[in-house]
C-alpha cells in the first residue's frame, strides 16, 4: 500500500485551512487518514504551520511520500532537510510590527527632509486668470446662438 503526506482541506469557501494527513494515495482528498500530523492555515498573516516533527520523521522513514505541497511545509519547517540529512533551513521571520513599521517610516521621513522635499505637490496649481478666461470665452459663444 503506498502511503502519502497530503493535505485534508477543511473550512468555508473562501477561508480554507488544512491539516497534514497521513493516508493512502488511493483515498479522496478529504477521505480518511490514518494520522494527522499537523495544521496549516495559510489565511492567517503570517500562516500558522504546526508538524508533529516526530511523526513526520517516523512516516518518512517508513517510506511515506510528501505531495508537493506538504514538501514545501516540511521544507519551511525543516523536517524535510532533517530527514535528508542537510543543514537546517533559516528560522521562519515573524512579521514586522505596527512599532517597527512606524520606526522605519520615521527614519526614512528623516533622510527626505536633508533633501529639498518641500511637502508640497509637484504638480503646479491651476491659476485663477486661466479660469476667467476660459469662463469669459465660454459666455460669448452661447450668447450668439440665441
Not at 522605519?104 to 527632509?113: H, M, P, T, V, Y
Amino acid at each position: 500500500m503506498a502511503v502519502k503526506i497530503k493535505l485534508k482541506r477543511l473550512g468555508k469557501i473562501r477561508q480554507p485551512h488544512y491539516r497534514i494527513v497521513v493516508a493512502d494515495s488511493r483515498t479522496r482528498r478529504d477521505g480518511r487518514a490514518i494520522e494527522e500530523i499537523g495544521l496549516y492555515h495559510p489565511t492567517y498573516n503570517p500562516s500558522r504551520i504546526e508538524v508533529d516533527s516526530e511523526r513526520a520523521q517516523y512516516w518518512l522513514s517508513v517510506g511515506a511520500q510528501p505531495t508537493e505541497p506538504v514538501m514545501a511545509i516540511l521544507k519551511l519547517t525543516g523536517d524535510w532537510q532533517k530527514h535528508k540529512g542537510l543543514p537546517a533551513p533559516a528560522p521562519l521571520q515573524q512579521p514586522e510590527t505596527k512599532e517597527d513599521k512606524r520606526a522605519s517610516f520615521d527614519a526614512f521621513a528623516k533622510g527626505l527632509e536633508g533633501d529639498d522635499a518641500k511637502g508640497e505637490a509637484i504638480t503646479p496649481k491651476a491659476k485663477k486668470a486661466d479660469k476667467k478666461a476660459d469662463e469669459a470665452e465660454a459666455a460669448p459663444a452661447e450668447s450668439t446662438e440665441a
